[in-house]
């Protein structure tokens, strides 16, 4: 699930007492004299049910919970769909088929998003093709094409907009933020696995130097070049970023302390460019903020040592 999980799951919680809420003023003031009046009751309490119970697990619901809770919404309009009175009450389901379809836009990855709404469209068609009414079939077309088309452009610039808030732009690197997100899941599963889990800061010697000498350019071309040569010896599950001006940082899963010596060995045999570093390994009950802590007193302990005439 992309971006903040209890903010989606709370949008969830919404559409879920939306729905609720649809499905009294349904029950109240029906259509027709055939619109099933007990089925609206009982969707109205599986919406308030639903709502209830995603508000108050939305700290700590799981990927699998929302995968499901979405796709009991798409199996619900499906049932509505299938019982709907009239052909005006079928076309009627679009905007909640385009709510659903924009929430995964928003909320969920582009696979799962496509996953979703091949399941939406398929549970709510066959819902549709099984009711009584008929004459819908061009307009429930052009509906079910509006929630692909505007599902898939919500997903697309949801992916753009969160890649962007991610990273930082000089570099390409992930930025201060998503470096800190993503060594706290690496953090979190290390400790419950026991892997070792090593963080490092990497500091520029003489940048400021660099800069004031032959000119921003030529820092920001530095820069670009060691992210560049830095990540090529990386593993995939290694996490580099730019933590701020010159300074990056490193999250290396399943790498103990003398692991970490040697990657950065190599990383240093990899560019010309004088660094230091300052590393710090994983311990019970640590927090990614302890670990930068000693990594970065490591690091101008090093960097005052260097400074030492011989």
């Not at 052009?142 to 753009?160: D, I, N, P």
């Amino acid at each position: 699930m992309d971006g903040n999980r209890p903010t989606g799951v709370a949008l969830l919680a919404l559409l879920y007492a939306i729905s609720a809420a649809l499905c009294v003023a349904g029950a109240l003031f029906p259509m027709s004299p055939d619109t099933p009046v007990r089925l609206a009751w009982g969707l109205a309490a599986v919406g308030a049910l639903g709502a209830a119970l995603l508000w108050w697990r939305r700290d700590r619901l799981g990927d699998r919970a929302v995968h499901l809770a979405v796709a009991l919404m798409s199996v619900l309009i499906g049932v509505l769909a299938w019982r709907s009175a009239t052909a005006v009450g079928i076309v009627g389901l679009g905007p909640a088929m385009v709510a659903v379809g924009l929430f995964c836009g928003h909320q969920l990855t582009a696979p799962a998003t496509r996953l979703h709404l091949a399941f939406l469209v398929t549970a709510t068609t066959a819902g549709a093709l099984a009711a009584a009414p008929s004459g819908f079939a061009v307009p429930w077309l052009t509906m079910t094409v509006t929630v692909v088309v505007v599902a898939e452009a919500q997903s697309r610039l949801s992916g753009r907009l969160h890649q962007a808030a991610a990273t930082d732009p000089l570099t390409g690197l992930a930025n201060r933020r998503a470096w800190e997100a993503g060594a706290e899941r690496s953090l979190a599963h290390a400790l419950r696995s026991g892997e070792p889990l090593t963080v490092a800061v990497l500091d520029l010697d003489g940048f400021k130097a660099i800069n004031d000498e032959d000119g921003h350019h030529a820092g920001d071309v530095l820069l670009r070049s060691l992210a560049r040569a830095w990540s090529s010896e990386l593993r995939t599950a290694d996490l580099l970023g730019r933590y701020g001006g010159d300074e990056f940082v490193l999250c290396l899963p399943a790498t103990d302390a003398p692991a970490a010596t040697e990657l950065l060995g190599r990383l240093r045999a990899g560019h010309p460019a004088s660094w230091s570093a300052g590393t710090a390994t994983a311990a019970p009950g640590d927090s990614v903020s302890g670990l930068l802590l000693r990594a970065d007193a490591e690091l101008y302990r090093q960097k005052r040592r260097s400074r030492r005439p011989a």
